[in-house]
């Protein structure tokens, strides 16, 4: 019997949902690359259901209790009075979503005596202190491309809200206003603009895919040159590193994980190399941006708008600067957590757990540490690190 220990975000404030807006979600069962979507053995929800809150339990609960398993969920996660914190000290499973991180430093991995897997529900494992996870022989896995095609989209509306100057615009009609130029005073075509991503993987080559039909000029750079036929046939155009490709971009979205190569690589010094203008789209983590270098940049005019869903730590505090800052178009980090994307992302942790109960192999796609060392996944996009540090900060949400 096992111990499974889930982090999950609250409910909504007007109570779990009894109704949604559409009765359907399409049925999504391979991704672009031929990767098939996950395939437990059965589930126990209805696609299309909120499922990465507190009452949806990424419905595993039936499934858990069924094999004998204990299942603890709670949102409260920051502070060593945390729930999260005292139930950790026993828990064998500890499942967290990336829009809601259980920040896993090196100390609370130490607390953690009966700790062997550590699954995010979603992409992106940095909120765990992936070095101390290596040291400490835990497997790490995520559900690699369960939610990579809706930050995509997520990115692509961005782009277009801040090249567009949408939201300035549609909150001029929220107050009343017709107010045509000063709505259209920062608005521009995104035909013809060089779009440049940082990191090409999953995410980053769906954004491009979608952006080709805009007429714009597309660039790139990665730890791993894609194939040349790809480049041909997306007409790319590939950088060696990330401060030879941002000169040549009007707009830069950044879709690398957040590992010791990528933290804070956008700070002021590769910023002021940035065409005056540039936007930044930033769905990838928070900490690859410099958080005051980003105030700075908007308020001198260097960049026009920064636009993500991602911010360090999550929650953040109050006064957080991203939330005031002139120009961006910041939402809570939503856009892996669709209703789309919860399907598929709470499919995948069931097959994770129920390749680890039956003693099978996790898909390699899905590892990040294995057997004290990157692995699968991990290894071909992190290199090995710790990126928690100044997490305990999230506390200060509730202040
Ligand atoms: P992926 O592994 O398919 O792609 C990541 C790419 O980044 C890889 O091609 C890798 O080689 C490249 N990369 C790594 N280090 C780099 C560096 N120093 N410079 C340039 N490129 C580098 O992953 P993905 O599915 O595309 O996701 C990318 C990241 O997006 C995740 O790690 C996660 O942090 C973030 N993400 C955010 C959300 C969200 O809801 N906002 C959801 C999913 C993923």
Redesign the pocket.
């Known amino acids: 019997m096992a111990k499974i220990l889930a982090v999950l975000y609250d409910d909504p404030v007007s109570g779990y949902p009894t109704t949604y807006s559409r009765d359907l979600i399409p049925t999504i069962s391979s991704y672009p690359d031929g990767q098939t979507a996950p395939s437990p053995r059965q589930i126990d929800f209805i696609p299309g259901q909120l499922l990465g809150s507190v009452t949806g339990e990424l419905g595993l609960r039936s499934f858990l209790e069924g094999a004998g398993h204990t299942l603890t969920v709670t949102s409260d996660k920051d502070g060593p009075e945390s729930v999260f914190e005292r139930e950790l000290l026993d828990a064998d499973v500890v499942i967290s979503q990336?829009f809601w991180p259980a920040y896993l430093t090196a100390e609370r991995i130490a607390k953690a005596r009966n700790l062997k897997l550590v699954i995010t529900a979603?992409?992106?494992s940095?909120h765990v202190d992936l070095e101390a996870a290596i040291a400490r022989g835990l497997t790490v896995a995520e559900v690699t491309?369960s939610?990579?095609i809706s930050?995509a989209e997520h990115v692509v509306m961005m782009i277009l809200a801040l090249v567009r100057n949408y939201i300035p615009s549609y909150g001029y009609v929220l107050r009343g206003g017709w107010n045509i130029a000063d709505c259209v005073e920062r608005s521009y075509d995104l035909e013809g603009m060089a779009v440049g991503t940082?990191?090409?993987?999953?995410?980053?080559l769906a954004v491009l895919r979608r952006l080709r039909g805009f007429d714009v000029e597309l660039h790139y750079?990665?730890?791993?040159r894609l194939p040349i036929d790809v480049e041909r046939a997306h007409g790319l155009t590939f950088h060696s590193t990330?401060a030879e490709m941002v000169p040549n971009c009007d707009v830069v979205t950044i879709?690398?994980?957040?590992?010791p190569?990528?933290e804070n690589l956008f700070d002021d010094a590769l910023i002021s190399t940035m065409r005056r203008g540039a936007y930044i789209v930033n769905?990838?983590?928070a900490k690859i941006c410099n958080r005051d270098a980003i105030v700075r940049a908007l308020e001198s005019g260097q960049i026009a708008g920064y636009a993500g869903?991602?911010w360090f730590p999550q929650p953040p505090p109050k006064n957080h600067p991203w939330r005031t800052m002139p120009h961006h178009a910041m939402t809570p980090?939503i856009?892996?957590?669709s209703l789309s994307a919860q399907a598929r992302y709470s499919a995948g942790t069931r097959e994770i757990l129920e390749c680890w109960f039956d003693d099978r192999p996790i898909r390699d796609e899905y590892l990040i540490v294995n057997s004290g060392q990157l692995a699968g996944?991990g290894a071909?996009?992190y290199s090995a690190g710790d990126s928690t540090s100044g997490s305990e900060e999230a506390t200060e949400f509730e202040r």
């Open positions: 990336p979603g992409i992106g940095d491309y939610n990579s930050v940082v990191g090409a993987g999953r995410i980053g750079t990665d730890r791993h990330t879709n690398a994980p957040l590992h190569e990528t769905t990838a983590r869903d991602v980090h856009s892996g957590s996944a071909h996009a």
